[in-house]
Each structure stands twice: as structure tokens, then as C-alpha cells.
């Protein structure tokens, strides 16, 4: 396919490509690369380059499992908040504590400037977010203290080379993981999902959750509903305590 032009390429020369990447790469990166051809042909029409069908546009996309929640149990977190404790490179350190403690996505947190925090009121303004609107981020003390104790050498809050804003966390994450015996498939963005998942089985409902991870609505945070059973149980009895006559009237 890489020596035809652009007329030249058709569906099935993309299904093809789609198909020899299957064994290779997981559907969630195929469906970025079928995203990035489609891409390709739309920019090439609007630019009078291609002109008819967008060959993509037939092909039939990979089915991504985006419902799949990695979580950790509270030893682990204890396990993991000992190991950053200790480690080393503080700068590592503090950026899977501070992720843990916000559920910030890595973008977000790489991007934070020191202008964006607000210490008086506890808050984090994100000027970009996934949802491409900017929002305030309300701030435990653990996230503060994390903040508070970072020395301020360059504008981003946690920067990589020469101050520049850091881009790849990959080493970092895999060394901290191995010595708090964190599975090895464990990823870094789950320790989103690690945030939520505390939230909701220790009392916090899904409307909260939402708008803490920066969901535009409750689709998203559907996922972390499995946490919810004990405490759903819980209100249930609720009102079965309050209308149980007969038994208040023995009390």
C-alpha cells in the first residue's frame, strides 16, 4: 500500500492493513491508526488532493473493550504510597502520588503549571481538558502537600528535561510498580481508575466521581458502578428501617 497514491488505495487495501495489525498491536492502537488514514483522506479532499469516497469509511472498525477497570486493593495502594515514600527520583515519586490522589489524567498532570494552582482555595485549573473545557480540580490535602513540598525550578509543576514539559513516564512507572509488587500489566492511567474506584466503595456517588475525573456526564463513570452494591444494600435498609412499623413499635 505504500507505493500506491492516494486514488490508488482502496477498502480492502485497508482491511488488509487492518488485518495484518491485529496479532501485532491491541485494537484500541489499530482504531488510532484507522482514525489517523481517515484523517489523511479527509484533510487530502478538503485540500483538492483526493477526490470521491473516503476508502475508510467501509471499513469495519475494532471492537475496543473500554469497560475493562484495573483498580488496586488497599494493600497494594499502602504498598505502592511506601515504595514512593522512599524512592529515589522524587520527581517519579511524586507524580504517581499526586495521580493517585487526583485521578488526573498523565496529559493534564504534565501539563500543570505552578499559574494554575490556587493554594488559597485548594483548587487546580486545567486549561485544557479531554472534554476541551477548562475545570477546576478541588484538591485533598494529600495532593497539597505533594505540591507544597515541590521545589519550583522551571513553570511546569512536574518537568522533564532542561524544564521543558515532560513527555514519557514509561521507566519510571515500570521500576516504582515492580518494587510495590504491582502486576506488570498494571498501567499508569489506571491509577485513574484506582482513584474512582476508592471514591465510590468508600461512600462517594457517581455524580461526584464524574466531575472529579472530568466526565461530561455519568456514561463514563458507569464503569466503577460495581463498587456500588454494599452500599446500595445499605440505603435499601434505610427505608425498610424507617416504614418497618412493627418493629419501631417494639423499640
Known sequence: MSSKNLKQITTYDIERLMTSLKGELKPQTIKHILQLINRIFNLAAKWGMFEGENPVAKVEKPKVNNGVVQYLTLP????????CA????RDAADIVRFTLYTGLRKSSIFRLRWQDID??????????SKS????????????VEVLKNRPRTAEYVFPGLNGEQRKVFKKPWAKIKALADIPPDFRFHSLRHA???????NGVGLYEVAKLLGHADL???????????????????TLAKVIDFKNRQKN
Open 132 to 143: 476541551g473545557k477548562p475545570l477546576a480540580v478541588p484538591l485533598n490535602h494529600l495532593a
Open 76 to 83: 497494594e495502594v499502602k504498598r505502592l504510597l511506601e515504595v
Open 119 to 128: 493554594f488559597d482555595n485548594n483548587i487546580l485549573y486545567l486549561r485544557e
Open 195 to 201: 482513584f474512582a474506584s476508592l471514591l465510590v466503595s
Open 219 to 237: 456514561k463514563m463513570s458507569q464503569r466503577y458502578s460495581h463498587f456500588l452494591p454494599g452500599r446500595l444494600q445499605k440505603a435499601s435498609e
Open 86 to 89: 522512599e524512592y529515589p527520583d
